[in-house]
């Protein structure tokens, strides 16, 4: 390994390591990690929860509450979302309802700087 790449710097360590890995895999590829949190049955029950019902627009739930019931990590929760659902998470914010007196100022204010922009 020295002789073939000297401009890297190999530690005995690494190596080591790295034989290691040789022979108990026949290869020097890197194993990859399982998350259990993101298995089948746990994208389900988060897909399940996630989205709105059809005939019940707005029932979904937040990453905590979906959190709080699958026994899930909030953040195991996100990235399911993200990288297996592949949806966005959004953050829900309450909207402002609107009088009758706001809409009327509105009106107003909107058609007085119009008038004031002279139509452009």
Do not use: Y
Not at 28 to 53: F, G, T, W, Y
Not at 72 to 97: G, T, Y
């Amino acid at each position: 390994m020295i002789k073939e790449f000297p401009a890297r710097k190999w530690s005995l360590r690494t190596l080591n390591r790295l034989i290691a890995l040789i022979d108990s895999t026949g290869s020097a590829e890197r194993k990859q990690r399982n998350c259990p949190s993101r298995s089948h049955d746990n994208v389900a029950a988060v897909e399940e929860l996630i989205m709105s019902q059809g005939d019940q627009p707005g029932t979904h739930r937040s990453t905590r509450q979906i959190a709080r019931e699958t026994g899930i990590s909030q953040a195991s929760v996100r990235r399911i979302i993200n990288k297996d659902l592949r949806l966005k998470c959004f953050k829900k914010k309450r909207s402002q309802e609107l009088t009758e007196a706001n809409k009327v100022t509105r009106l107003v204010r909107a058609k007085q700087m119009l008038s004031a922009d002279g139509g452009h």
